[in-house]
């Protein structure tokens, strides 16, 4: 199993660009989840997905747009890139709702630059 | 809402020394916690869980940690440090019966010094 993929690894935007982060996993995970990381900050969750078809606002979704049309794949839209999204992006999937808790599989990570 | 609170964002010790990372979190009902590791460059691991049962639990690489209801906190600790610990922690809270949303700590970053 390749996990949680994520692609690309670094990217530099002007403001105003748009570009698509893509995420997939290949372990039959129904949530799916986008946070973005800055220093000191821990992550913050940007949105989520509980299945195909189904996505919800987390703490930080404004500027970011996200779909789930299958069960692996959860890209995350940027639509007028801003200083203030350059971030390091991470995808993770879980297995929710079945176990109990939610043991989270993270992806390696993008990061991108806004200039 | 629930709340997790890591004391201090870097915490330096020498190699061969204890290791001590301190979580407290805030909920009105018992939750499931979590210690996660990044190590540069890298996405996040899970280190180790709490769900049920025994209140201390063990992870990878060494790691241990202890729920302790009564200070609401789940502590990180590993007896003896070694260089390839050098990573940032970050504590991790889920409600049970919740939103199976995970809220995380700003991390701490470590440092093992030879």
């Given at each position: 199993n390749a996990g949680v993929t994520q692609t690309p690894k670094f990217r530099i935007l002007k403001i105003g660009q748009s570009m698509t982060l893509q995420c997939a996993q290949d372990m039959n995970h129904n949530y799916m989840y986008w946070y973005r990381q800055d220093?000191?900050?821990?992550?913050?969750?940007?949105?989520?997905?509980?299945?195909?078809?189904?996505t919800d606002k987390g703490e930080v979704p404004n500027g970011y747009n996200v779909s789930r049309s299958?069960?692996?794949?959860?890209?995350l839209r940027l639509e007028l890139a801003a200083p203030s999204q350059t971030s390091v992006y991470f995808c993770a999937s879980s297995f929710a709702g079945g176990i109990g808790y939610n043991e989270q599989f993270f992806g390696p990570g993008t990061r991108l630059t806004v200039l | 809402a629930q709340s997790v609170t890591q004391l201090g964002s870097h915490v330096s010790v020498s190699e061969g020394a204890l290791v001590l990372l301190?979580?407290?979190?805030s909920s009105s009902v018992p939750p499931y916690l979590f210690w996660y590791?990044?190590?540069?460059?890298?996405?996040?691991?899970l280190?180790?869980?709490?769900?049920?049962?025994?209140?201390?639990?063990?992870?990878?690489?060494?790691?241990?940690?202890?729920f302790k209801k009564s200070e609401t906190s789940f502590h990180l600790t590993k007896p003896?440090?070694?260089?390839?610990?050098?990573?940032?922690?970050?504590?991790?809270?889920?409600?049970?019966?919740?939103?199976e949303k995970l809220v995380f700590g700003k991390g701490t970053k470590l440092t093992v010094n030879p």
């Open positions: 220093p000191g900050m821990g992550l913050k969750l940007i949105y989520y997905s509980v299945g195909a078809g189904i299958t069960t692996e794949d959860f890209p | 301190r979580c407290n979190y590791v990044q190590y540069p460059n890298q996405g996040l691991q280190l180790l869980k709490y769900t049920t049962g025994a209140t201390l639990v063990k992870g990878i690489n060494g790691f241990e940690a202890e003896s440090a070694h260089m390839s610990d050098a990573a940032e922690y970050f504590c991790a809270v889920e409600i049970q019966g919740g939103s």
